[in-house]
């Protein structure tokens, strides 16, 4: 069966590494911070200005000043730390995260990535959104693979505007995983969630890519 919300983010939280700095985007990528592997220091960074972000606070820990990016209130560790927003973007615009996870409304198979907007919608703001897919050394898309009317999210080219070009080095979705080794290889369908199926996953793709389960 697919994965659910939780499981993706514990898959893409397999991908952190022991002293990684590491952004999470809006949506589905915050409940990473709840899945750290054991053993492994991981450092979060939130666009807003906090170094060192723990996990959702429960119900009766909440601090209402304590917020992420995405006005999610989270909690705080022993080591964390706070600063302006235009400290925060130059970590990001520095090249000094090693990782961020962000959300999608469409992937494209050359690796574009379009998250920020859908024409004719109202948005509050682009965020961090650009910053991130430029400055940060590994990007993880988590996503549902088709939309809520069923039309594939993970397809040959981006129809909406556009957040970059060429970035994306891993997809996770409901269904299964997608990697490439660099930027000028194609994306390999590298795990399966439970019980799906490569066919279904063909059926529900446009985008191209290998397989290699």
């Not at 002293?19 to 949506?27: A, D, K, S, T, W």
């Not at 992937?107 to 024409?119: C, K, L, Q, R």
């Amino acid at each position: 069966m697919p994965w659910d919300r939780n499981q993706m983010a514990a898959r893409a939280a397999q991908e952190l590494e022991d002293g990684y700095f590491v952004n999470l985007g809006i949506g589905i990528p915050t409940l990473v911070a709840n899945y750290i592997p054991e053993g492994k220091t991981v450092t979060l960074q939130s666009e807003n200005g906090m170094l060192g972000i723990g996990p959702f606070p429960y119900p009766d820990q909440v601090d209402a000043d304590l917020i992420n990016a995405g006005k999610q209130t989270i909690s705080e560790l022993p080591s964390s730390s706070y600063f302006d927003s235009a400290q925060s973007f130059a970590m990001i615009r520095g090249g000094h995260i090693d990782l961020t996870v962000l959300g999608a409304m469409e992937v494209a198979e050359n690796g574009d990535i379009a998250n920020w907007m859908i024409p004719g919608k109202m948005i509050k703001g682009m965020g961090g959104a650009m910053d991130l897919v430029a400055g940060v050394k590994k990007i993880i898309v988590v996503m549902e693979h088709v939309s809520k009317n069923g039309d594939p999210k993970f397809k040959p080219a981006c129809e909406l505007p556009l957040t970059g070009q060429n970035v994306v080095d891993m997809i996770i979705t409901d269904l299964g995983v997608f990697h490439r080794k660099d930027h000028d290889s194609p994306f390999r369908l590298i795990e399966l969630a439970p019980d799906v199926t490569v066919e279904e996953i063909a059926a529900k793709t446009t985008a191209s890519y290998e397989v290699a389960v």
